[in-house]
């Protein structure tokens, strides 16, 4: 990945680790841009024929995740669906993907009462994840771990980490807004791309404190890329170093209320 240089179809994705049995596989986004529609990302890791997809998105980009999964895998052999949070473009295409696919449900115990409001009642397949996070277990022996992402920015919040790819997904941690025409898959400038995300960090976030919290956390893992639900994937050593470094430092939500209570 390193000196990555390559045209890439922002409609069908791309795979972004691959070591041929494992890949971790960005799905692509709408071919057009629709003025007032936040853009997403979705991710999907392909493990000896068993997928995880991660933040599988809303209604409305159901029909392009399903056609551009069906490209890796059957839509039967989608083992697990994980939900960083409950956030509609996260998670409000989550009947949908109960009704294609076999798999069970992984979010936040916090929001399992929630779902009733996306059309779920049978909560036979729902994993409700407690604070600590876990792992979910593949049938090869390969796992993913979960950590808790708490009030970054959900209250219940959760990241999963691939050891195998060295991948670290961070639902909204790492979004960046781009401006209309100027979209790109990885992230190359990072000076450039920081100004992009620095705006919904500093609004979202619950508080430097809790970053620090997460920030500890996560440096202890061998990180080769973050793959965010919203922007560009980092996947420069340096530029990893450097957004945890921005992030430990950034005064966010409650450290700058007195900007919203004026």
């Given at each position: 990945?390193?000196?990555?240089?390559?045209?890439?179809?922002?409609?069908?994705?791309?795979?972004?680790?691959?070591?041929?049995?494992?890949?971790?596989?960005?799905?692509?986004?709408?071919?057009?841009?629709?003025?007032?529609?936040?853009?997403?990302?979705?991710?999907?890791?392909?493990?000896?024929?068993?997928?995880?997809?991660?933040?599988?998105?809303?209604?409305?980009?159901?029909?392009?995740?399903?056609?551009?999964?069906?490209?890796?895998?059957?839509?039967?052999?989608?083992?697990?669906?994980?939900?960083?949070?409950?956030?509609?473009?996260v998670s409000s295409g989550v009947?949908?993907?109960?009704?294609?696919?076999?798999?069970?449900?992984?979010?936040?115990?916090?929001?399992?009462?929630?779902?009733?409001?996306?059309?779920?009642?049978?909560?036979?397949?729902?994993?409700?994840?407690?604070?600590?996070?876990?792992?979910?277990?593949?049938?090869?022996?390969?796992?993913?771990?979960?950590?808790?992402?708490?009030?970054?920015?959900?209250?219940?919040?959760?990241?999963?980490?691939?050891?195998?790819?060295?991948?670290?997904?961070?639902?909204?941690?790492?979004?960046?807004?781009?401006?209309?025409?100027?979209?790109?898959?990885?992230?190359?400038?990072?000076?450039?791309?920081?100004?992009?995300?620095?705006?919904?960090?500093?609004?979202?976030?619950?508080?430097?404190?809790?970053?620090?919290?997460?920030?500890?956390?996560?440096?202890?893992?061998?990180?080769?890329?973050?793959?965010?639900?919203?922007?560009?994937?980092?996947?420069?050593?340096?530029?990893?170093?450097?957004?945890?470094?921005?992030?430990?430092?950034?005064?966010?939500?409650?450290?700058?209320?007195?900007?919203?209570?004026?």
């Amino acid at each position: 990945m390193a000196g990555l240089a390559k045209e890439v179809d922002i409609v069908r994705g791309d795979v972004i680790y691959d070591d041929g049995t494992h890949k971790f596989i960005w799905l692509g986004w709408e071919e057009h841009e629709e003025e007032g529609l936040v853009q997403v990302n979705q991710y999907l890791i392909e493990n000896k024929n068993v997928g995880v997809i991660l933040d599988p998105g809303g209604v409305h980009v159901f029909p392009r995740v399903v056609a551009n999964v069906s490209r890796y895998v059957d839509l039967d052999r989608i083992q697990h669906l994980f939900f960083s949070h409950q956030d509609p473009d996260v998670s409000s295409g989550v009947a949908l993907w109960l009704s294609v696919t076999p798999a069970k449900v992984y979010i936040s115990k916090w929001w399992v009462r929630f779902l009733p409001h996306y059309g779920i009642f049978d909560m036979a397949r729902i994993v409700p994840l407690e604070e600590g996070g876990g792992r979910i277990q593949l049938p090869s022996g390969d796992y993913l771990e979960i950590i808790p992402a708490h009030f970054l920015h959900s209250v219940a919040n959760f990241h999963v980490y691939d050891p195998r790819s060295k991948t670290l997904f961070t639902g909204d941690l790492g979004a960046a807004i781009f401006p209309k025409g100027q979209r790109y898959a990885y992230v190359e400038d990072f000076d450039s791309h920081l100004k992009l995300m620095e705006g919904f960090h500093r609004r979202y976030l619950a508080s430097n404190s809790v970053v620090r919290k997460y920030i500890e956390k996560v440096r202890r893992l061998e990180i080769e890329r973050i793959a965010p639900q919203h922007g560009a994937i980092i996947y420069k050593k340096e530029h990893i170093h450097r957004f945890f470094n921005w992030l430990e430092n950034l005064k966010c939500g409650v450290d700058i209320a007195d900007e919203f209570y004026r």
